[in-house]
């Protein structure tokens, strides 16, 4: 059983930061690529990032300069992922999830595990 579990979001004024986290636990051998989305109301969800296996990480242009994925601990295939968001904009407003590539064993292949979401607003 694996689970993927955000956290982090919340109201903050434009300008401001947050910083989400993505925990995977449970039976993971390893986790390859992370990716960030989002889904504001009314819209689909969006890819806003990701970081690769590798530690590669690219974004969507609405938010280069301002987004930054990172690993807890590169060295640790299992590590939690971040998400710093700076200077937030109130058309960031929405629910945050993590998409996490993940093996549960050798040779097992990868499944795709989405969290729950966290919500960011921000606003003044």
């Known amino acids: 059983q694996v689970q993927v579990v955000e956290s982090g979001g919340g109201l903050v004024q434009p300008g401001g930061s947050l910083r989400l986290s993505c925990a995977a636990s449970?039976?993971?051998?390893?986790?390859?690529?992370v990716g960030w989305y989002r889904q504001a109301p009314g819209k689909q969800r969006e890819l806003v990032g990701m970081?690769?296996?590798?530690?590669?990480?690219?974004?969507?242009d609405s938010v280069k300069g301002r987004f930054a994925i990172s690993r807890a601990n590169a060295n640790d295939a299992k590590s939690t992922v971040y998400l710093q968001m700076m200077n937030l904009k109130p058309e960031d407003t929405a629910v945050y999830y993590c998409?996490?590539?993940?093996?549960?064993?050798w040779g097992t292949g990868v499944t795709h595990y989405w969290g729950q979401g966290t919500q960011v607003t921000v606003s003044s």
């Open positions: 970081i690769t296996r590798g530690g590669t990480t690219n974004y969507v």
């Open positions: 998409n996490s590539e993940i093996a549960t064993g």
């Open positions: 449970g039976n993971i051998f390893t986790i390859y690529d």
